[in-house]
């Protein structure tokens, strides 16, 4: 009896769209808004923390492997390297104001992907800057957190 119970509790939920796949998708794609949203609002955070000048947050927010490229660098530039100069490059780049364009996250398990236009305008070495480009930043969820573990930016020309 208990059996034939349990058979038709699963017929039911079958029937009824427990278990269907459009369920399954519906889950699928709320997961990946919620990544998007945490992500987004990741990187949103580390503009407002530079124009604060918040060390803190970038020893949490960057990944220890963290590497970038910068059109203003030639080269890859690291988290060991650039943390302990931290103070004296959001002295040097103070941003003013910035607006993301188009962002878009693919993620993948615990990694997503970040791409969107971005527009910043601020102040390099005391001398007013603004400037569009483009921008790629790859997440890993580390410890219930996303930390940015690349980060490659192209100014437009």
């Known amino acids: 009896m208990r059996k034939n119970l349990k058979v038709a509790a ?8 427990g278990f269907s796949s459009d369920s399954v998708g519906v889950n699928t794609a709320a997961r990946q808004r919620s990544v ?3 992500v987004i ?4 955070a580390s ?7 918040d060390k803190a947050f970038y020893a949490d927010y960057w990944a220890e492997d963290f590497t970038e490229f910068l059109p203003s660098s030639p080269y890859l530039d ?14 040097r780049w103070k941003i003013l104001d910035y607006a993301m364009y188009n962002p878009r996250v693919q993620a993948y398990g615990d990694t997503a992907v970040l791409t969107y236009n971005e527009m910043i305008s601020g102040t390099y070495d005391g001398q007013p800057s603004t400037y569009t480009g483009k921008v790629t930043m790859v997440y890993v969820r580390q ?3 996303w930390r940015g573990v690349h980060y490659h930016e192209s100014a437009n020309k």
């Open 78 to 91: 690291t988290r060991a390297n650039i943390l302990p100069k931290f103070e004296q490059l959001s002295e």
């Open 41 to 44: 609002a990741r990187e949103r």
């Open 10 to 17: 699963v017929v039911l939920l079958f029937a009824f769209g």
């Open 143 to 145: 410890g219930g957190v």
């Open 36 to 38: 998007a949203e945490e």
């Open 47 to 53: 503009f407002e923390a530079w124009k604060r000048k």
